[in-house]
């Protein structure tokens, strides 16, 4: 049976707040509460900082969820603080909340954010401009060529709205929970691999806004055993919207591979996606050429250039950016995917597995180089100004 807001919010007034006495949901301290097939999330609403209270509040609410409402449930509780809500003050000008000003000055200090895939070696985002250029399927080979040579990889899927690793690497159900509540990614092909369509129904259409994206997101980095990687891969959405900009906000990139077909209508956009990178610090490792040519079986000596000849390969040197190689148009690599066989599994008899060998190798090879020369990505404090 589907989980509804209304169980959930009858779950939390079993949530007492340990100085008024009363339930959160009562001193109205829930604010927006999403639930989606057994996904949930929500934010505690606090006037200020205070970390043992969040602490406390988030595992009450989290064992009061699990207790009445679903033990397997998927949780994202956040706090926040909302001054506004609690600015009324006592006749003595204390506030008249409890709870506020009477922290020790440390804990008060105390606001950094606990490190984020911190057993990861490299993290490399692998995006695009637009959509329909074939990223998926580059970050999926890429993660498995990885793998090829003996490293440990993960794989995550970030495109929320359309998740396409689940097919790819034809793993459905749902992954399983440790003692602590996180999850346990998948594993195939040597490569630990996580999406949020092994999450929910197939068949259901995920109309989030975009804090429950973002929110997911985190999760998928924060809630799950990833252990000691020595390459995350992220496949992200297109575009350069709230995901790229949680990830840059959430871990330190390694690095970005910027995937486009040869065309101009996909080459104006992935030069955006260039720029985005380069502007919050992120290295761009360099340019995968998707689809670049179509060879037929039976004339395998013949290329035909159906979307444009050489166009990423092109923009890259006008750009500053390395080339990292080209994918041809193969019937084989659309069959290898939609059978979650990665055609770079393969015995290398194609030319399309040959060439994702190559751009593993050229990868790991910009990967050295860029974390011999430069330092370690930062991630970014964006803040929006009036």
Same mark, same amino acid.
């Not at 959930?8 to 639930?35: C, F, G, Y």
């Not at 994206?213 to 390459?231: C, H, I, P, R």
């Given at each position: 049976?589907?989980?509804?807001?209304?169980?959930?919010?009858?779950?939390?007034?079993?949530?007492?707040?340990?100085? &008024?006495? #009363?339930?959160? +949901?009562?001193?109205?301290?829930?604010?927006?509460?999403?639930?989606?097939?057994?996904?949930?999330?929500?934010?505690?609403?606090?006037?200020? /900082?205070?970390?043992?209270?969040?602490?406390?509040? /988030?595992?009450?609410?989290?064992?009061?969820?699990?207790?009445?409402?679903?033990?397997?449930?998927?949780?994202?509780?956040?706090?926040?603080?909302?001054?506004?809500?609690?600015?009324?003050?006592?006749?003595?000008?204390?506030?008249?909340?409890?709870?506020?000003?009477?922290?020790?000055?440390?804990?008060?200090?105390?606001?950094?954010?606990?490190?984020?895939?911190?057993?990861? #070696?490299?993290?490399?985002?692998?995006?695009?401009?637009?959509?329909?250029?074939?990223?998926?399927?580059?970050?999926?080979?890429?993660?498995?060529?990885?793998?090829?040579?003996?490293?440990?990889?993960?794989?995550?899927?970030?495109?929320?709205?359309?998740?396409?690793?689940?097919?790819? &690497?034809?793993?459905?159900?749902?992954?399983?929970?440790?003692?602590? !509540?996180?999850?346990?990614? /998948?594993?195939?092909?040597?490569?630990?691999?996580?999406?949020?369509?092994?999450? +929910?129904?197939?068949?259901?259409? &995920?109309?989030?806004?975009?804090?429950?994206?973002?929110?997911?997101?985190?999760?998928?980095?924060?809630?799950?055993?990833?252990?000691?990687?020595?390459? &995350?891969?992220?496949?992200?959405?297109?575009?350069?919207?709230?995901?790229?900009?949680?990830?840059?906000?959430?871990?330190?990139?390694?690095?970005?591979?910027?995937?486009?077909?040869?065309?101009?209508?996909?080459?104006?956009?992935?030069? !955006?996606?260039?720029?985005?990178? #380069?502007?919050?610090?992120?290295?761009?490792?360099?340019?995968?050429?998707?689809?670049?040519?179509?060879?037929?079986?039976?004339?395998?000596? /013949?290329?035909?250039?159906?979307?444009?000849?050489?166009?990423?390969?092109?923009?890259?040197?006008?750009?500053?950016?390395?080339?990292?190689?080209?994918?041809?148009?193969?019937?084989?690599?659309?069959?290898?995917?939609?059978?979650? #066989?990665?055609?770079?599994?393969?015995?290398?008899?194609?030319?399309?597995?040959? !060439?994702?060998?190559?751009?593993?190798?050229?990868?790991?090879?910009?990967?050295?180089?860029?974390?011999?020369?430069?330092?370690?990505?930062?991630?970014?404090?964006?803040?929006?100004?009036?």
């Amino acid at each position: 049976m589907a989980i509804n807001k209304q169980q959930v919010r009858t779950a939390l007034t079993h949530v007492m707040h340990p100085q &008024m006495e #009363k339930d959160v +949901v009562s001193l109205d301290m829930i604010e927006d509460l999403i639930v989606q097939d057994q996904f949930i999330t929500f934010t505690i609403d606090l006037p200020e /900082k205070d970390t043992k209270l969040e602490a406390q509040l /988030k595992e009450e609410c989290e064992e009061a969820i699990r207790k009445f409402v679903d033990k397997d449930a998927v949780l994202d509780i956040n706090t926040a603080v909302n001054i506004s809500k609690f600015r009324d003050q006592g006749e003595d000008g204390e506030p008249a909340f409890p709870g506020q000003g009477h922290r020790d000055k440390r804990e008060q200090e105390d606001d950094e954010d606990e490190e984020v895939l911190s057993g990861v #070696k490299n993290i490399i985002a692998v995006a695009s401009g637009k959509g329909g250029v074939g990223k998926s399927t580059v970050a999926v080979n890429l993660a498995c060529g990885l793998a090829r040579t003996g490293a440990k990889v993960g794989l995550l899927d970030t495109d929320i709205y359309g998740p396409s690793i689940p097919t790819m &690497m034809d793993a459905h159900g749902r992954p399983n929970i440790t003692t602590k !509540k996180k999850l346990i990614p /998948k594993e195939k092909h040597g490569v630990r691999f996580l999406s949020m369509g092994m999450l +929910v129904d197939p068949d259901q259409a &995920m109309i989030w806004r975009g804090p429950m994206v973002t929110s997911a997101v985190k999760q998928f980095m924060n809630e799950v055993e990833w252990g000691e990687l020595d390459y &995350m891969v992220l496949d992200l959405p297109p575009g350069t919207g709230d995901i790229q900009l949680t990830l840059v906000q959430t871990v330190p990139l390694t690095g970005a591979v910027i995937v486009s077909t040869p065309q101009n209508v996909a080459l104006d956009d992935a030069r !955006k996606g260039v720029a985005m990178f #380069k502007k919050v610090n992120v290295p761009v490792l360099g340019m995968v050429e998707n689809m670049a040519y179509f060879i037929p079986e039976d004339m395998p000596d /013949k290329k035909y250039y159906i979307f444009g000849k050489h166009g990423v390969r092109n923009l890259a040197e006008r750009m500053g950016t390395n080339f990292l190689g080209e994918i041809p148009l193969e019937q084989k690599v659309r069959e290898s995917s939609d059978e979650g #066989k990665p055609i770079v599994l393969g015995d290398l008899e194609t030319v399309s597995a040959q !060439k994702f060998v190559e751009l593993s190798n050229n990868v790991i090879q910009q990967l050295a180089i860029r974390n011999k020369e430069q330092e370690p990505t930062e991630k970014i404090d964006i803040k929006i100004r009036p």
